[in-house]
C-alpha cells in the first residue's frame, strides 16, 4: 500500500467519472481520391500518389519487407506472434503483401515458433469500399488475400477495428482518426507490443502534421527491445528524430532509382505504460490449459477465439446441453447499443457489432444456424423515445451505421405500416442464439483443443499455491468430483455470484421472457427486426414463427413461465402502435415462450479481464484518493490485486449479441498477451474491478452494504 497526503486534487478523478475519451474523434471522412493516367489512386487531401506508378508491389517488399530482415526474423522469432505496425494503411499494399509472405513462410516452416501475424495499423482518412476494390485491381497476385480484406473491411467508424482472417493466423487491427489521438490509447504493456515498424504514409512534404518528434517518440513507446523500423524518406529530421526517439537509423539504398531510405532497431527499451496501475491487466502465462466456466455464447465464443491461439479449452456447462440459459433463444436481434459517439457504451458496441457480423458470418462458413442481416428499425413510438433516439442521432455516426428514417422510409424499410419516425440500423439483423452457441462448441469439439462437459455445475474455486493452480470441486451426475486447471475463466452468467472470488462484482440478475407466436399473412410481411416499447423479430421461415418481448424483471428471478408477461408482451406492441390494425395479428396465447436470466450493470458495460481481489484492494487502495499526478509518482503505485489466472466474462446483458465476439477476443489477447482491440480507456471501462476503484478515488469506503447496494441498484 502507498500513502499520499489527504485532501490533494486528483484531476484524473473526473477523467473517470465522466467515462468519454478526451479528445475523441466522433466520425471519421472517407478519403477523396482521384486516378491518375497509369491507374494509381491519388489523394486529394495530400495531393500524393497512394503508391507508386510503377512496381508499387515491389517497392514495398524492398522497402519494408526486406529492410525489417523478413522472412528472415520470423524464423528467429521466440513468440507464437509477430507484431507489425503501420502508419497509413492506404490500400492496405503493405498488408497483403507481408500476409503474401507470411503465408508462404508458414508452409515452408511448419515447424517454426512463429505462427500468427498480427499488423496494427493507422488510417486517418480511410478508403471506402468501392475505392479499395478498385485499387487491388493493380495487383492480381494478391487478388486472393484482398478478396478476403475486401469482405471484412470495416466502415469509416472511429478507433480499432479487428479483422481476424485465415482462421486467426492473420490479425488486422485498424485504428481510424489522426494517430497523434489513436497512437497514445493502443494499450501498451511495459515491454512494448511492436517487433517492426513499417513507417509509411504520404511524403514527409505532403503531410507534415503527421512527421513529427510525437510520432517518433509514439512509435518507441510502442515498440519492443530489438524493434527494427524501415521507411521510404530519406529525409534529414525524420532520421534524426528516430535517432532522438532512441531508434538507430542508417541510410540504406533506396528502391529502383531512388538513391536512399533509412532503416534500423531500437536500441534501448525503455519501459513504458499507459494502463493505469488500478486498472492494470494481468500478466500473460505460457500455460495451455484453461477452463471456462459456462455454456452459453459468451463461453463458445472465447473457446474459439482462445483455441485458434493454440490453447487447450476444458468447457464447463451445468445444464444438459449448451446455451441452457440467457444465450438460448430462438432469435434474438443483433444491434448496438449506443449513446453519444464519446460515451463508452457506444466505443464498445460500435466496433462491436461490425466484429459480431464478421464473426457470425465467418462461423456460418462451417456450422449452420437461422440467421439474418435484415437491419433492425427502433420506433420513435412516444415522446421519450424520441427525445433519446434524437440524443443517440447527435453522435453524427457514419450513416453504414445508423440512419433516421422519415415515417415513409420507415414504413418502407419495416414492410409494414408503421407512421413514425425511426432510428435503422442497416448492418443489424438477428440469429437463432441457441443454434448458434451450440453449433459453434459442437464444431470446437471436433477439434483435439477444446472438450465440453454437461451436467456439471462448479460449486467451488480454490487456489493451490503450491501448485498454482486452480482447483474446481464440480457436481456431476455420479457425484462430486475435482479437477485441476492452470486458468479459470467465469462465464457462467448471473450464476457467477456462486464463487466467493466473483460475488463481490456489482452485476444485477435480472429475468426475461420471450414470447413465441405463429406468423399470418401481415406479420409475415415484416422485413427488419422491429424495436418499440419491445421487440418483434421477422418470422423465421424454418419455423413460421416470430420472437416478441422481453420483459425486465429483477424480483423474480427464476425461469418459470409467467402468464401475465406472455400477455403483456403482445400488449407493448398493441400500445406502442394504437393506430395500426395489423398489431392485432400478435397471438401470444399459445403459451409459447422462454424465461433467461440476465445480468446487467449499472453502467451498462460488461465485466471483462483478471478478477480482482476485493478484500485487497480495500487495504490497498484505502488512500488513494489523495494521489495527485502532478505530485506523485504513478509508478509507485502497486498495480490492483487480482487472484492469480482468474478471469471474468460476465454483465453481458442484453446486447451481448453484439458485443460478446469483439469482447471474446479482448479477453483472449489479455490471457495470451496480444494486441488489443479496444483503446485503453475503453478497457478501463469493462475493468472488473472499476466500481470499487473509482469509489476509493472518491475517498469513499466499499462497506458489504455499499456493495449489496450496487448490486441491487444495477
Given amino acids: 500500500m502507498v500513502s ?135 495487383w492480381p497476385e494478391l487478388a486472393k488475400y484482398a478478396e478476403q480484406l475486401q469482405t471484412h473491411y470495416p466502415i469509416a467508424l472511429p478507433e480499432c477495428h479487428r479483422v481476424v482472417l485465415a482462421d486467426g493466423a492473420i490479425t488486422l487491427d485498424l ?69 532522438e526517439a532512441g531508434f538507430d537509423m542508417k541510410k540504406v539504398k533506396g528502391f529502383g532509382t531512388k538513391r536512399e531510405m533509412i532503416a534500423g532497431a531500437l536500441k534501448d527499451k525503455v519501459p513504458y505504460t499507459n494502463i493505469k496501475p488500478w486498472y492494470a491487466l494481468s500478466k500473460p502465462t505460457s500455460c495451455d490449459d484453461i477452463a471456462i466456466i459456462g455454456g452459453g455464447i459468451a463461453s463458445a465464443a472465447l473457446a474459439k477465439t482462445l483455441s485458434r491461439r493454440g490453447k487447450n479449452i476444458t468447457l464447463y456447462c451445468e445444464h444438459q446441453q449448451a446455451a441452457g440459459n440467457a444465450s438460448g433463444n430462438n432469435q434474438g436481434a443483433i444491434y448496438p447499443l449506443l449513446s453519444e459517439a464519446k460515451a463508452n457504451v457506444s466505443r464498445v458496441f460500435g466496433p462491436g457489432l461490425l466484429f459480431a457480423r464478421q464473426f457470425i458470418n465467418q462461423a456460418a462458413e462451417s456450422i449452420e444456424f437461422d440467421h439474418n442481416w435484415c437491419g433492425v428499425n427502433i420506433l420513435m413510438w412516444d415522446e421519450s423515445s424520441k427525445k433519446k433516439l434524437n440524443r443517440m442521432l447527435e453522435g453524427n455516426f457514419h450513416t453504414d451505421l445508423i440512419q433516421r428514417l422519415s415515417p415513409k422510409q420507415a414504413n418502407d424499410k419495416i414492410g409494414l405500416p408503421v407512421d413514425k419516425e425511426s432510428v435503422y440500423f442497416p448492418i443489424g439483423g438477428w440469429l437463432s442464439p441457441l443454434q448458434f452457441t451450440q453449433g459453434l462448441i459442437e464444431k470446437l469439439e471436433d477439434t483435439s483443443q477444446v472438450s465440453a462437459h454437461y451436467h456439471h455445475q462448479v460449486t467451488q474455486l480454490e487456489w493451490l499455491e503450491a501448485e498454482q493452480q486452480w482447483q474446481l470441486t464440480i457436481q456431476t451426475p455420479k457425484g462430486e468430483i475435482q479437477t485441476k486447471h492452470n486458468q479459470v475463466v467465469v462465464a457462467n452468467g448471473h450464476k457467477f455470484t456462486q464463487f466467493e472470488q466473483t ?45 416478441i418481448g422481453a420483459n425486465y424483471d429483477k424480483t423474480n428471478i427464476d425461469q418459470e413461465f409467467d402468464s401475465e408477461v406472455q400477455q403483456h408482451n403482445g400488449e407493448r406492441l398493441h400500445g406502442s402502435l394504437p393506430d395500426q390494425s395489423w398489431t392485432q395479428d400478435v397471438d401470444t396465447s399459445g403459451n409459447l415462450a422462454r424465461q433467461g436470466i440476465r445480468s446487467v450493470s449499472r453502467d451498462h458495460l460488461p465485466f471483462v479481464g483478471n478478477v480482482g481481489d476485493l478484500e485487497s484492494i480495500k487495504e490497498q487502495y484505502q488512500n488513494l484518493h489523495n494521489f495527485n499526478p502532478q505530485r506523485d509518482a504513478i509508478d509507485d503505485i502497486e498495480p490492483v490485486t487480482s487472484y492469480p489466472n482468474l478471469f471474468c466474462f460476465i454483465g453481458l446483458g442484453s446486447r451481448g449479441l453484439s458485443s460478446t465476439p469483439l469482447l471474446a477476443e479482448v479477453l483472449a489477447s489479455q490471457i495470451c498477451g496480444d494486441p488489443l482491440p479496444l483503446p485503453a480507456d475503453v478497457l478501463e471501462a469493462i475493468h472488473p474491478s472499476r466500481m470499487w476503484v473509482r469509489r476509493l478515488r472518491k475517498g469513499k469506503e466499499l462497506t458489504a452494504g455499499w456493495v449489496a447496494e450496487k448490486k441491487a441498484n444495477s
Fill in 175 to 243: 485504428w481510424f482518426g489522426d494517430i497523434k489521438d489513436c497512437m497514445p490509447n493502443v494499450p501498451t504493456p511495459h515491454e512494448g507490443l511492436v517487433d517492426a515498424w513499417f513507417l509509411d504514409g504520404f511524403a514527409p512534404s505532403k503531410n507534415p502534421e503527421m512527421w513529427n518528434q510525437d510520432l517518433f517518440n509514439g512509435m518507441t513507446k510502442l515498440a519492443k527491445q530489438g524493434c527494427s523500423c524501415a521507411t521510404f524518406t530519406a529525409a534529414g529530421f525524420v532520421r534524426r528524430g528516430l535517432i
Fill in 503 to 547: 460475488r463481490p462484482v456489482p452485476l444485477t440478475p435480472v429475468k426475461g421472457q420471450v414470447s413465441h407466436i405463429p406468423t399470418t399473412e401481415n406479420l409475415s410481411k415484416l422485413k427488419t427486426v422491429l424495436c418499440f416499447d419491445g421487440y418483434l423479430t421477422p418470422k423465421n421461415p424454418n419455423n413460421g414463427h416470430h420472437c
Fill in 4 to 138: 499520499f497526503p489527504r485532501n490533494s486534487y486528483n484531476p484524473l478523478q473526473h477523467i473517470a467519472s465522466n467515462h468519454k475519451m478526451t479528445g475523441f474523434m466522433t466520425s471519421i471522412t472517407n478519403a477523396e481520391l482521384e486516378w491518375n493516367e497509369a491507374g494509381t489512386p491519388v489523394s486529394d487531401q495530400f495531393d500524393d500518389v497512394y503508391f507508386s506508378n510503377v512496381n508499387g508491389l515491389e517497392e514495398t517488399r524492398y522497402v519494408f519487407l526486406k529492410q525489417n530482415h523478413l522472412p528472415e526474423r520470423w524464423v528467429e522469432h521466440q513468440q507464437r506472434r509477430f507484431v507489425i505496425a503501420e502508419t497509413g494503411f492506404g490500400t492496405g499494399l503493405n498488408f497483403l503483401a507481408v500476409w503474401q509472405w507470411f503465408e508462404a513462410f508458414l508452409k515452408d516452416n511448419p515447424e517454426a515458433i512463429t505462427k500468427e501475424l498480427h499488423f496494427v495499423s493507422f488510417e486517418k482518412y480511410p478508403l471506402n469500399k468501392a475505392d479499395l476494390i478498385k485499387a487491388h485491381q493493380a
